[in-house]
């Protein structure tokens, strides 16, 4: 009954936007383009199927009228969204300093799910930096007094960035995408941003956007501690065409990147949805209702119900979903010869 879905693209004109999904063989709207809302169920950008049988209805539509064939058993029968969105994001100039609040807070301040996100970085020009986290020696007394004093910026850790790397964004990291990068974005579902610091813009009327201080400051992550930046991942080999590394899994989500030149079977048992991002080459998933091409700059959600289906071409892609932390990642990795030590650290990123 079911079939790999496309969506329509829902564009967000924030405005440090650019024009870069033209690239991708995309006609876009009049002005600045900074996000593309790849799958959502999110009541300010609601997906909807491009493709088949089911064109033109949501993806919220479909989860009500069949939850668990959509999203999958591990998710309660009244399920009514897919916990996860995806975004591209093109920065063409530099983002906001913000920060997210985990799911606590924002039960209790905005009725929503908290927002932890994760980076794969898909495109950069030469040099181009984001921020992630204070620098070791920051406080919250030396940031409240930077806040203060409007030197905001000295606080902040800043690390370049190429095409591959990998951050993972934990709820009250402070981040900042700088100008020039393009990213393939998996977050929770939630649409809560609070703004430090905005380097004094206006939009197209004069105004500056919204602070939110006091509640970013409520939710800082103010440890110190040392972590790596990037997520190096974990490489395991799938068969002879395909190999694939594993660079986050929570209790939120797990991204995995396939490096394919060839064919490789997999299948949809039921118990969960997966969303393949394309980020490079071309290629075509084949399930038993329809075949689907794909190529780069492309996302492509499988219902949990979908049974086998193979994915051929040459091409690299995310591999997006909620996990069972044993079944799906202990359990593999261990099976493939990873040790424990790998194990444990893919798992404590957060």
């Known amino acids: 009954m079911y079939y790999p879905f496309k969506f329509r693209p829902i564009y967000k004109d924030y405005i440090w936007g650019g024009r870069y999904f033209e690239k991708l063989g995309r006609k876009l709207p009049e002005g600045l383009v900074a996000e593309s809302w790849e799958v959502s169920c999110h009541k300010n950008g609601l997906s ?26 591990n998710f309660p029968s009244r399920c009514k969204e897919i916990p996860i969105l995806i975004k591209l994001i093109d920065a063409n100039d530099k983002l906001s300093v913000q920060v997210h609040p ?41 940031f409240l007094r930077a806040v203060k004093e409007n030197h905001l910026e000295e606080c902040l850790l800043q690390v370049e960035v190429m095409p591959g790397d990998v951050i993972n964004i934990p709820a009250g990291t402070i981040h900042s995408i700088g100008e020039g990068i393009v990213i393939a974005e998996i977050q929770q579902t939630s649409d809560i941003t ?3 610091f905005d380097y004094n813009r206006v939009d197209r009327n004069g105004v500056g956007r919204q602070l939110h201080l006091d509640k970013a400051i409520d939710v800082i992550n103010f440890k110190n501690e040392n972590r790596n930046i990037k997520c190096e991942g974990v490489k395991v080999k799938v068969n002879e065409a395909c190999s694939k590394t594993v660079f986050v899994a929570n209790r939120y989500f797990a991204c995995e990147r396939y490096e394919l030149s060839g064919e490789v079977v997999e299948k949809c048992d039921g118990s969960k949805f997966y969303i393949y991002i394309f980020v490079e080459g071309n290629g075509v998933i084949k399930a038993e209702k329809a075949n689907v091409k ?14 086998e289906y193979s994915v051929s071409g040459k091409l690299k892609a995310l591999k997006a979903y909620i996990p069972d932390l044993i079944s799906d990642i202990v359990n593999p990795m ?15 990123l957060s």
């Open 102 to 142: 985990d799911d606590n807070y924002a039960a209790v301040f905005e009725n929503s799910l908290g927002k932890n996100e994760m980076w794969y970085i898909i495109d950069t020009k030469p040099g181009a930096k984001l921020v992630v986290g204070l620098k070791k020696d920051v406080t919250r007394e030396k």
């Open 194 to 196: 609070y703004r430090l």
């Open 294 to 307: 794909v190529n780069a700059g492309e996302t492509v959600y499988l219902p949990a119900a979908l049974g």
């Open 334 to 348: 261990r099976n493939a010869g990873c040790a424990n030590s790998q194990i444990y650290k893919l798992l404590t």
């Open 48 to 73: 909807v199927v491009a493709n088949g049988e089911f064109a033109g209805r949501t993806l919220t539509e479909l989860i009500e009228s069949d939850p668990v064939n959509i999203v999958g058993l």
